[in-house]
């Protein structure tokens, strides 16, 4: 046995058991949520802990939140069994699919967009991945295949070995995505030996999961450096949560430390309407406002993309400031992280259908293109326009 697989061995899921090592911990209050969300913490994880409602102990500790009912959320916000023609895969957008491998994970996070099904009775068999990968293999309008889960990376080496072999030998497969959390929670996890599977099947990209820069231990830098060595090119996917990373600098710095690991900060998501991890929501305002801070303040390597995963299964909408640009049909008006203003004019000439080129029109501007941007300046242009 492997050493991940001795500390996945050792992960505490009776209230109890984390009581004796955590002191605070009320045993009552946990057992009322874990009946519904259960808990998986493996030893790794928990050795991060500070105090049960710091930035790690938010992600892996039941709160009595998660059982509040309110009715904003649902079990499957984003519609996913209604995207899926066969059991664990979802074809959502045309040329790509998200091909879910596994149904467990190194830890059980607390924010889970699959809460509904990780860490419950909820299996993947290997029928059910050998119809899932027909089923790619008989739509050739699929380029781009997302591994998921669960985590895929909890399966065994062998299996991901064959699971790659499979979707490789489908011609039409351009792109395959790999996206885990073990870097971030088990990283012990990425051995010699699955980097050495890995790399068989380039082009290979992995998006891992940092939520918070404590997570960004040697042990995890190690793992990300293991993969980055075998040239698969690593991205970031954060998920914006109330108490774990939305004080001010957070981000700041986990995406430096991300990038001074090779990881490029991809998405960061605006937490999704998920039934039991209300209590993690954030305003978008304060999204936005991270993404201010962020813009200046450190490189633009190190500036994801701000994203909405729109309920009901509408995809992943991209969100900018409004105060970022206002555009009349002829000038911009650029808002920078000082928040100075710029214009940026259109070019005065443009084409005509014999392919010369004319002078444009001059147009003066309004008045208030010029101003500061504001909500009701952008609505009135909107109606102008």
């Not at 009320?26 to 790794?44: C, L, Q, R």
């Not at 699971?163 to 011609?171: D, E, G, H, N, V």
């Amino acid at each position: 046995m492997e050493l991940w697989q001795r500390i996945l061995g050792s992960s505490i899921r009776q209230p109890e058991d984390l009581a004796r090592l955590v002191p605070g911990i009320d045993v009552n209050a946990i057992k009322m949520v874990t009946g519904t969300y259960p808990m998986f913490i493996n030893p790794y994880y928990l050795s991060l802990l500070q105090n049960p409602q710091d930035p790690i102990g938010r992600q892996c500790i039941p709160a009595l939140a998660e059982v509040v009912t309110d009715e904003q959320t649902t079990a499957d916000p984003l519609s996913e069994e209604s995207d899926s023609p066969v059991p664990c895969l979802v074809h959502r957008y045309p040329d790509r699919v998200l091909f879910q491998v596994s149904s467990q994970c190194a830890m059980n996070c607390r924010f889970c967009t699959r809460k509904r099904k990780v860490g419950t009775d909820w299996t993947i068999t290997s029928e059910m991945r050998r119809n899932a990968i027909d089923y790619i293999a008989n739509h050739p309008e699929v380029r781009d295949v997302i591994i998921s889960g669960g985590d895929p990376f909890l399966l065994t080496d062998e299996t991901i070995d064959g699971l790659l072999q499979a979707i490789r030998a489908i011609p039409h497969v351009e792109i395959v995505r790999i996206g885990t959390r073990t870097p971030a929670v088990l990283p012990q996890r990425i051995t010699p030996h699955l980097v050495s599977i890995l790399k068989k099947y380039h082009p290979l990209f992995i998006n891992v999961h940092f939520e918070h820069p404590r997570e960004l231990t040697p042990a995890a830098c190690l793992a990300l450096s293991r993969l980055a060595d075998a040239g698969i090119p690593l991205g970031n996917q954060s998920v914006l949560l109330a108490g774990v990373n939305d004080a001010p600098g957070v981000f700041v710095e986990l995406n430096r430390k991300l990038l001074a690991n090779r990881v490029r900060p991809y998405y960061m998501y605006q937490a999704d309407l998920v039934e039991g991890t209300n209590h993690f929501r954030t305003t978008v305002a304060t999204g936005m406002r991270i993404m201010r801070e962020l813009r200046g303040n450190t490189s633009g390597l190190a500036v994801p993309q701000y994203v909405i995963d729109a309920p009901g299964g509408g995809g992943k909408i991209p969100v900018l400031p409004e105060e970022t640009s206002c555009y009349d049909g002829r000038q911009t008006v650029l808002t920078n992280y000082q928040g100075r203003h710029f214009t940026y004019s259109d070019p005065e000439l443009t084409a005509v259908p014999d392919g010369s080129m004319k002078r444009r029109a001059r147009k003066k501007a309004p008045p208030d293109l010029l101003q500061p941007p504001t909500r009701s300046r952008i609505q009135r242009r909107r109606r102008a326009g």
